[in-house]
């Protein structure tokens, strides 16, 4: 679907490095159509180095050529990077922005550009095992949104959403979720090494119990329920495990954290417009 395209990264910090290396990795462009910019030459001679792609400290160098314009910096960064684009992204190209809480009017605006893109990826993509929900304005072609679809598809599985409310929902869920995971697997952790395990093997348990679990719920197809009562015998031991952390209100704990979030991405948005 990338058809040859040439793609530009403004900005070549992490994310922009996962999604470089699922595209070149699933063989969807190759190195000499990609060229990143960003304002430290050794982090541009480490891309150069690792995956062969091009190089430069300008971002309007960058977009010079590009069909599709990746916007990987920090939201922060973004009112400064807008100005400097403005009037310089052909008609012709899709912005793709990743760019967390930022809303598409923003950057359209910004640019004034009408075919954007906005993507909310996770950092499990850094192993191409990403979540990414993305939605586009209505300006965008087909041809442009099937791009969208096949380099965000690079960092994992990817969901289109017709309404950019869903964004910031993802990100409270999705894209905050490692989050959540990461410290229900350091708690896990800690309760292993309470009883006696050492670090290094509490954390092999529970991190292939968690990756375990999720494989299994995924392509089992079953509710997270179901599997759960398939290891709650009556009387055993989940059950009693299960009654601990409904009595200290988990469910409760994990509704309230992710509207939290979701207020915190709507507040940000928001500010992000004015
Ligand atoms: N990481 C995630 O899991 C995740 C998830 C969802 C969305 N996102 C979004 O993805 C975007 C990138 O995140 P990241 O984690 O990749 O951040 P990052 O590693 O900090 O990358 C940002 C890059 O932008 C560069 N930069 C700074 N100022 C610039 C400028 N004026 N022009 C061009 N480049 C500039 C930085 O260079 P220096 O390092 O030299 O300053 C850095 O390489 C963010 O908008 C974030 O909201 C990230």
Redesign the pocket.
Known sequence: MLNNATLAF???????EAMIKGILNQKLLSPERIIA????TE?GHQLEERYGVQWTTS?VQAIENADVVVL????Q?LP??LPELLGKVSAQSLVLS???GVRIATISKGLSHEAVVRA????P?QVGAGMTVWTASEQTSEEQRGQAQSILGALGEELFVGDEVYLDMATALS?TGPAYVFLFMEALIDAGVHLGFSRRISQKLVTQTVLGSALFAKQSQKHPAELRNMVTSPGGTSAEALYQLEKGGLRTVLSRSVWAAYQKTRLLGGLSDE
């Open positions: 403004i900005g070549s910090g992490t994310m922009a910019s960003g304002p430290r982090r971002n990987s910096v920090k939201p960064v400064k990077v990743i760019a967390a909310m990826p996770n950092t993509a894209g």
